[in-house]
């Protein structure tokens, strides 16, 4: 069994596939090539929910087997002091933080409006093992359209969302494809800057690129230890 791997630009696939050192084999499927290394089948799906949701799903379709699970990749931003620069977390739910609606009397998710879902959950267990295995931080990590560039826009977030740890811009586009074909979703992201005003002086992508080609050696050993039995039985934690 093999795990899909969805990140955002071929920088984040190849940090995937650096963990396992040989040249990747290169798999077409409709939109995207797949990028085979490991127990990984690793594409870059573009930039954005909709993007990732469209790549996530052309791959499950084009599939001659099902996927254990697809785990959804890359950098992001981690929200200070709990997710530092060079760290790693694991989403332990997975939220669209600016999916529904502004109102007078401010933001409504989707949820309030009364259609539609904004969370997704990745199994517990996974999630700790995974977060076992490489050190990660579980955590809320929140989907956005529109990355956060302000110390007001940061305080909202975490006002409305008091467990996140990162933000990144295609979790939730992963997780409600796979969510389409019955596949458990991951989201696993190494910190390249802080969330909050831009500073790109201080953004970190190559350090963060290593720690996310570490993190997928370290998870290789999970992915494939994680059973059919386990992702039933241990999908209700």
């Not at 799903?57 to 697809?70: D, K, R």
């Amino acid at each position: 069994m093999r795990v899909l791997v969805v990140t955002a630009v071929p920088a984040e696939r190849d940090a995937v596939t650096r963990a396992f050192g040989d040249e990747p084999r290169i798999r077409e499927v409709p939109g995207a090539e797949l990028h085979l290394a490991g127990p990984f089948d690793v594409l870059a799906g573009g930039a954005g929910p909709a993007a990732a949701a469209a790549a996530t799903a052309c791959a499950l379709a084009a599939a001659s087997a099902p996927y254990t699970a697809v785990v959804s990749a890359g950098i992001g931003g981690g929200f200070a002091p709990a997710a530092p620069v060079g760290s790693l977390v694991v989403a332990s739910a997975v939220v669209a933080a600016d999916l529904g609606a502004e109102t007078p009397d401010g933001f409504v998710p989707v949820t309030g409006l009364g259609f539609g879902r904004d969370t997704f959950l990745p199994p517990g267990a996974l999630v700790r093992d995974v977060a076992e295995a490489t050190g990660a931080l579980p955590g809320t990590v929140l989907t956005v359209s529109t990355v956060t560039g302000s110390a007001a826009r940061t305080a909202e977030l975490l006002a409305a969302h008091p467990g996140a740890v990162a933000e990144a811009m295609e979790g939730f586009g992963v997780a409600e494809a796979a969510a389409r074909f019955g596949v458990p979703a991951l989201e696993l992201r190494a910190v390249s800057n802080a969330v909050g005003p831009r500073d790109r002086a201080a953004w970190r992508i190559g350090d963060a690129l290593a720690a996310l080609t570490e993190a997928f050696g370290k998870t290789a050993p999970v992915v494939e230890s994680w059973t059919r039995h386990d992702r039933i039985d241990r999908h209700r934690d």
